[in-house]
């Protein structure tokens, strides 16, 4: 079963990546090995429109990564940190709520706010909806990297008369940063490959590369399109391997300051 579903999952994706570079203009014809659609995607007719897509949803997806991150940090101290408080579990229900409602629901809802208060629909209305939508990915890993940090480290800081401030930047942030970087890069790529959201609220005139590659298929299935979808396929990959490296180079730097505590 288990193999089903990774091969209905995956062999798509393979076919997508293989007829890339395929030199014939049909998408179901070999017509031999080629690099003529990815050099399309840089220097062919609609270079201009991705490459205009491209900047949009890297900056949108940086800006908003670090912003959801920041607030993320913030989040996880007051949660894990904090202590028992009222309204403990409504925040964190209130946290992990946009990975639990549909994603379509959350695109129509956030449109129908932005008519009402009148918010102009365009790349500001996309990176504004993508802060909201990437906090509670950003605040996973960085929750969950701060409870396995042992309180004893921030108590022998403030016994060396350390304010708070100090504790956090010389002593809890370091301890931290792995967390961190996992929740801005794993924000960074749900912003990056974001859809149904963005196709919402981008408003006329802006496009994402996810929504330049819909608009694009709309008129028929390019081999350009393939080589597009690969590459963002690919980063999407790199940047989710290099989530997980950092991650258990969290997990390893606890266990070794455990085992030597120990």
């Known amino acids: 079963m288990a193999v089903l579903c990774l091969t209905v999952l995956y062999a798509p994706l393979l076919v997508v990546m293989a007829y890339s570079f395929n030199a014939s203009q049909s998408i179901t014809v070999w017509g ?18 991705f490459k205009t897509a491209a900047w949009n949803s890297v900056t949108i997806a940086t800006a908003a990564a670090t912003a959801a991150t920041i607030i993320a940090t913030a989040a996880a101290i007051g949660m894990v940190r904090g202590g028992a408080f009222r309204g403990r579990q409504v925040s964190f229900a209130l946290l992990s709520m946009p990975i639990m409602v549909p994603e379509i629901v959350t695109a129509v809802a956030t449109l129908v706010f932005f008519s009402a208060i009148g918010f102009t629909l365009g790349y500001s209305s996309i990176l504004v909806a993508h802060i909201v939508f990437c ?7 960085i929750s969950a990297r701060l409870e396995g940090i042992e309180g004893v480290y921030e108590e022998a800081a403030q016994d060396l008369y350390a304010n708070r401030w100090q504790v956090f930047v010389h002593v809890l942030f370091p301890l931290m940063a792995p967390g961190v970087l996992a929740g801005f890069l794993l924000a960074f790529i749900i912003s990056l490959d974001d859809f149904i959201i963005t196709n919402f609220i981008k408003g006329a005139g802006v496009e994402t590369l996810p929504t330049a590659i819909f ?14 979808s690969t590459i963002m396929l690919l980063l999407s990959l790199l940047l989710v391997t290099v989530s997980l490296i ?17």
């Open 215 to 228: 608009g694009a298929v709309k008129q028929g299935i390019k081999p350009n399109i393939m080589a597009l």
């Open 246 to 262: 950092v991650g258990r180079i969290g997990l390893k730097s606890d266990r070794s300051n455990h085992d030597r505590d120990g």
């Open 32 to 49: 031999g090995f080629s690099w003529r659609w990815y050099e399309d995607i840089f220097f062919g007719l609609e270079a201009a429109k």
């Open 135 to 141: 906090i509670p990915f950003a605040y996973l890993p």
